[in-house]
C-alpha cells in the first residue's frame, strides 16, 4: 500500500471533536452568509430589459453560475447542520456512514463536514 494513502484510523479525541463543532459553527456561518448575498445573483434575467442580446447572454451565463454556487452551496450547509447535530445528539460523529470506520482527524480538518470516509469516497467517485 502507497503510504500517502494510508486510511487514519484513531477516533476522535472530546477536543478533537470540539475543535471541530467549533470549526462547523464557523463553516456554517460563512456559508449562510454566502448564501444570502449569493441568492441575489442568481436571480433570474429580465428577458425584456433594453439591453444587447450579447449582454443578456452575458448575464444569463453569470445567473446560471452564481445559481449552481449557490446549490452547491447549499448543499454543503444542509452536511454542516448534519455534522453539527451528529456531534451534539449521537456519538456517531466522525464514523463513516458507510463502513463505520473512523474518519480520521485528517480528513474531517480539511473538510469537517464529511460524512464518509476517503475509502468509501473514492469508491463513490469510481461509480460515477
Same mark, same amino acid.
Given at each position: +500500500?502507497?503510504?500517502? =494513502?494510508? /486510511? *487514519?484510523?484513531?477516533? $476522535?479525541? !472530546?477536543?478533537?471533536?470540539?475543535? &471541530?463543532? %467549533?470549526? $462547523?459553527?464557523? &463553516?456554517?456561518? *460563512?456559508? =449562510?452568509?454566502?448564501?444570502? #448575498?449569493? %441568492?441575489?445573483?442568481?436571480?433570474? #434575467?429580465?428577458?425584456?430589459? /433594453?439591453?444587447?442580446? $450579447?449582454? @443578456? +447572454?452575458?448575464? +444569463? ?6 445559481? !449552481?454556487? $449557490?446549490? @452547491?452551496?447549499? #448543499?454543503?450547509?444542509?452536511? #454542516? ?13 466522525? &464514523?463513516?456512514?458507510?463502513? !463505520? *470506520? ?6 474531517? %480538518?480539511?473538510? /469537517? ?11 463513490? !467517485?469510481?461509480?460515477?
Amino acid at each position: +500500500m502507497d503510504p500517502h =494513502e494510508q /486510511p *487514519e484510523q484513531d477516533e $476522535l479525541t !472530546e477536543a478533537q471533536c470540539a475543535e &471541530l463543532r %467549533s470549526d $462547523l459553527v464557523s &463553516l456554517q456561518a *460563512e456559508l =449562510e452568509r454566502h448564501i444570502n #448575498v449569493g %441568492s441575489e445573483s442568481a436571480e433570474t #434575467v429580465d428577458l425584456d430589459a /433594453p439591453i444587447g442580446r $450579447l449582454t @443578456r +447572454m452575458d448575464a +444569463m451565463q453569470r445567473q446560471q453560475m452564481a445559481a !449552481e454556487t $449557490l446549490r @452547491r452551496q447549499s #448543499v454543503r450547509l444542509a452536511q #454542516v447542520r448534519a455534522a453539527i447535530k451528529r456531534i451534539d445528539t449521537t456519538d456517531l460523529f466522525g &464514523l463513516c456512514q458507510r463502513c !463505520e *470506520e473512523p474518519i480520521g482527524m485528517r480528513r474531517l %480538518s480539511a473538510r /469537517p463536514e464529511a460524512p464518509i470516509c476517503m475509502t468509501c469516497q473514492r469508491a463513490q !467517485e469510481t461509480r460515477r
